[in-house]
């Protein structure tokens, strides 16, 4: 994986880079993931927050996770573009959007999780586990 890794929203207004490899990669696919994005999940990638460097200016919008710890979802104001989050509870590591890098095919995602919440629709690798919730806690 070439270092370091960047991407973006849609019109270019928030840029972001990532100076490590990531330390998980998932797919969500919560209800509240589908809502956010207009989408089946979240292909997502857990990067160590020191190692994220945003740029331009983004929104936040709050909800309660069922941890009941408060998820920020961030987005661009002018595009609507879901690019990352953060987690009230585990400051250290950030999620990011693998559909929004410049190159999302170097996304490898090692589990499904959320699956219970899953559309029927909504297909999945066989060969990657599977956790009905959040495997971390
Ligand atoms: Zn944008
Ligand atoms: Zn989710």
């Known amino acids: 994986m ?4 960047t991407g973006g929203c849609l019109c270019g207004a928030v840029r ?12 969500c696919h919560c209800r509240t993931c589908q809502k956010a994005l207009g989408a089946p999940y979240l292909a997502a990638m857990l990067v160590p927050s020191s190692a994220l460097t945003i740029t331009g200016n983004y929104k936040e919008y709050a ?5 009941g710890h408060v998820v920020y979802r961030a987005f661009c104001p002018e595009c609507g573009t879901a690019l990352f989050g953060r987690n009230s509870a585990f400051t ?3 999620p990011v959007s693998a559909s929004t890098l410049d190159d999302p095919s170097i996304f490898r995602p090692q589990k499904d999780i959320w699956v219970a919440d899953a559309q029927p629709w909504d297909y999945m690798n066989p060969d990657l586990p599977k956790f009905d919730g959040n495997p971390w806690h």
């Open 2 to 5: 070439k270092l370091p890794i």
């Open 63 to 67: 909800t309660i996770a069922a941890s």
């Open 16 to 27: 972001y880079e990532i100076s490590v490899k990531p330390a998980s990669s998932f797919n």
């Open 92 to 94: 250290k590591l950030r």
